[in-house]
């Protein structure tokens, strides 16, 4: 079956602009994840919802950044404002029902903010 | 916090040439350690979750084996499909997020 899908796959911005990113994940999968990987590390992680709900957003870093899953699949992660530094790889996850279930990855979305 | 540190940040094997990848982490009660592998421009793909010191699995040419303290990847006879990034996380317990390490760049030469 289908895997887990994001668009755009590269995204360029001007500093102080909004952008939206978006997650398909795997259909049937209630845990979703968004990470966000600058080059020669690891992915760090942002939110994670299970169902509709965000049950963790501790890693988001700032106000700038928000993400919905109004109806339990489909999730968009926001960014107001953006900064430079924004700039990186932000990869979706999603597992079948809890956080310690499998992840499959999407291939992310590249961010670059001019 | 809980911390995963990966050494070597990057090795280069020759094919045929077996050696170990090593994953440190400091987590207050483990809830699982994952090991992804991951491609240039593709997001990681799961290959291992270990939930236990003793806890051994293999997949082909790879084994993961975990201890209190770390995790080792060995890869025996690689070939230079076995090129990649491999990435090592864990998860605590009571917690959702998982803490990923900056990974090891693994280069295999014919």
């Known amino acids: 079956g289908a895997g887990v899908s994001q668009t755009p796959s590269n995204k360029v911005t001007e500093k102080g602009k909004y952008v939206e990113l978006r997650c398909d994940p795997i259909?049937?999968?209630?845990?979703l994840y968004w990470y966000r990987q600058s080059l020669g590390q690891g992915p760090e992680f942002l939110i994670y919802?299970?169902?509709?709900?965000?049950?963790?957003d501790s890693g988001l870093p700032n106000d700038r950044f928000f993400a919905v899953r109004p109806e339990g699949s489909v999730s968009t992660l926001k960014i107001q404002r953006t900064e430079r530094g924004d700039s990186a790889v932000y990869l979706c996850?999603?597992?079948?029902?809890?956080?310690?279930?499998?992840?499959?990855f999407g291939p992310g979305t590249r961010l670059t903010v001019l | 916090e809980d911390q995963v540190t990966q050494s070597p940040e990057a090795l280069r094997l020759q094919e045929g040439e077996s050696s170990s990848l090593n994953c440190s982490y400091t987590?207050?009660?483990?809830?699982?350690l994952f090991w992804y592998r991951q491609d240039p421009g593709k997001g990681p793909e799961f290959l291992f979750t270990l939930y236990s010191a003793g806890e051994e699995k293999e997949k082909e040419r790879l084994k993961a084996t975990l201890t209190k303290k770390e995790s080792f990847l060995h890869i025996t006879a690689p070939k230079p499909e076995d090129s990649a990034t491999y990435l090592c996380?864990?998860?605590?317990?009571?917690?959702?997020?998982?803490?990923f390490g900056s990974g090891t760049k693994l280069n295999v030469k014919p």
């Open positions: 259909s049937g999968h209630t845990a």
């Open positions: 996380a864990v998860q605590g317990v009571g917690f959702n997020k998982f803490y």
């Open positions: 987590v207050s009660g483990l809830r699982g």
């Open positions: 996850a999603s597992s079948l029902t809890e956080a310690t279930d499998t992840q499959y």
């Open positions: 919802f299970q169902g509709t709900g965000a049950a963790d």
